[in-house]
């Protein structure tokens, strides 16, 4: 599958903004299951950008703007390739990787990924909700699974009822929310069992006729770490496994440590028009 992505972020200020300072996390990922072939940011007022990688592996570019300006554009666009087949669904849980599960050295291998966050705190009575309809599964992968369905299942997709800082414990309260929530919940509901997790920010690809649901700004989903695997991604706001239609941009504990777009300037308050189209070019 090869894609077009184009993300625009404008950014108008109440009033002129004198400077500002911005970080991006715009760029996709190139692993061994997806190459970015080209990547090109366009920002209005042209500014330099320095790129560097952080601690979660993520492409991150920073600029500045010293001249005073009321609107900032950023458009970024992307040409990626994903090649990606189904297998969670295939893999044993054998004696040899429950051990390596519960083993001290796994833990604090992937401590970062165990530790609950502000974004993905769930509530012990919230935990028992949802332990009620999984139960106590040993198998990790399993249990992932039935997390994910459950949340699919109960919640409801609804771009009105939470923001960007809402938490995982007040969108399981209300039982609606968008892909981060989803995301945050499935986190904590992970972690909790000491299963490391950690949060995926990408783009997702809705064909015709698809029962998707995310493709209107940033998508995103879960990550597990299984032994002997590796990293394997599920998204429980659609319920499937994150396949080729997923392309992956940011990695971290949460949607902080992803955050597409952050800044600080001088100015009044403002607006943030976002746009996001991903294109299908190519499908072998």
């Known amino acids: 599958m090869k894609y077009k992505i184009e993300h625009s972020n404008e950014f108008r200020y109440e009033s002129s903004v004198d400077q500002s300072l911005n970080r991006i996390r715009l760029k996709p990922r190139t692993d061994e299951c997806q190459r970015l072939l080209s990547y090109f940011p366009d920002i209005t007022p042209v500014s330099l950008t320095k790129e560097h990688t952080d601690i979660w592996g993520n492409n991150v570019e920073t600029f500045f703007i010293a001249e005073p300006h009321h609107e900032l554009h950023i458009k970024t666009t992307s040409y990626v390739s994903i090649q990606k087949s189904p297998f969670i669904r295939m893999i044993p849980f054998t004696d040899e990787m429950k051990a390596i599960y519960h083993s001290n050295l796994f833990h604090t291998h992937y401590l970062a990924y165990l530790a609950e966050t502000d974004y993905t705190y769930v509530a012990n009575e919230q935990l028992e909700e949802i332990w009620k309809v999984t139960g106590s599964n040993g198998n990790p992968v399993q249990y992932a699974l039935d997390v994910m369905k459950y949340l699919h299942e109960t919640m409801t997709y609804d771009p009105e009822a939470t923001e960007v800082h ?11 929310g968008v892909c981060q929530d989803f995301t945050n919940i499935m986190l904590g509901a992970l972690r909790s069992r000491k299963i490391p997790a950690r949060y995926v920010s990408g783009y997702l690809y809705v064909g015709e006729g698809s029962a998707l649901v995310g493709d209107a700004a940033t998508h995103a989903w879960v990550e597990m770490m299984v032994p002997g695997i590796g990293w394997i991604g599920l ?10 239609q997923h392309i992956r941009v940011g990695v971290g504990r ?26 299908l070019l190519e499908q072998n």
């Open 166 to 176: 809402t938490k995982a414990h007040e969108a399981f309260q209300l039982k609606r």
């Open 235 to 244: 998204d429980p706001t659609n319920n499937v496994e994150a396949l080729e």
């Open 254 to 279: 949460d949607y902080h440590d992803t955050s597409p777009v952050e800044g600080v300037y001088r100015g009044g308050s403002h607006t943030l028009d976002v746009k996001v189209s991903v294109q």
